[in-house]
């Protein structure tokens, strides 16, 4: 009898080492990409504030008559598309993730176009309102790569905790799929042709 009431007993401790040791990993799981999410809301926040900036600097380059207007017709459509494209912050998938990188490289290389011709047009140069967005444009431009990194190293260290044994059991039992990370874009990793051309 006494053999029967142990063995009871170490069942009952046996089951609560593991509910509670499955409760504690669940939890912190479900921290971890609750930090990463939270973290995607500031990466969506630093492009939605350059989307602003583009906006208010397309009004201003409008103000110029005789500027190029399919460099501008370029730059509000690809605004429009990167606007557009959303990503599920719960279920980031690669998929995705490259959807949303491929409009905003889009806005980014129209943006580009826009600046350069720019400098044909000294009066547009001297604008105050242009040099001051230009130059929000760019610390904007710095804090959505400070932004991304953030939420890779987050992302990152949810996707090896949810592989490591014995937490992959918990994470599968309990659906925590990786989450997608900002890659470059192809072709990056070669170095610029510069081409310094003087007339």
Not at 42 to 63: A, F, H, M, P
Not at 74 to 89: G, L, M, N
Not at 186 to 199: I, K, L, R, T, Y
């Amino acid at each position: 009898m006494k053999k029967g009431i142990i063995a009871i007993i170490v069942l009952i401790v046996l089951a609560v080492v593991l509910v509670g040791w499955y409760v504690n990993t669940n939890n912190k799981l479900v921290d971890m990409k609750g930090q990463a999410t939270k973290q995607w809301a500031n990466v969506e926040s630093s492009y939605q504030r350059r989307s602003d900036l583009i906006g208010n600097l397309v009004k201003t380059v409008q103000g110029a008559a005789d500027f190029e207007r399919e460099t501008l017709s370029d730059v509000i459509e690809a605004r429009a598309k990167a606007t557009s494209t959303t990503i599920d912050a719960n279920n980031i998938t690669p998929e995705q993730l490259a959807e949303f990188q491929q409009a905003q490289t889009g806005l980014s290389s129209a943006l580009s176009r826009l600046l350069v011709t720019v400098e044909r047009y000294p009066d547009l140069k001297a604008n105050q309102n242009f040099l001051e967005l230009q130059s929000q444009l760019e610390g904007t431009e710095n804090r959505i790569n400070v932004e991304r990194n953030r939420f890779n190293e987050l992302a990152g260290e949810y996707n090896i905790k949810i592989q490591q044994i014995p937490t992959n059991i918990i994470a599968s039992i309990a659906n925590f799929d990786p989450m997608a990370l900002f890659s470059s874009n192809p072709g990056s990793e070669n170095a610029p042709e510069v081409n310094f051309e003087f007339e």
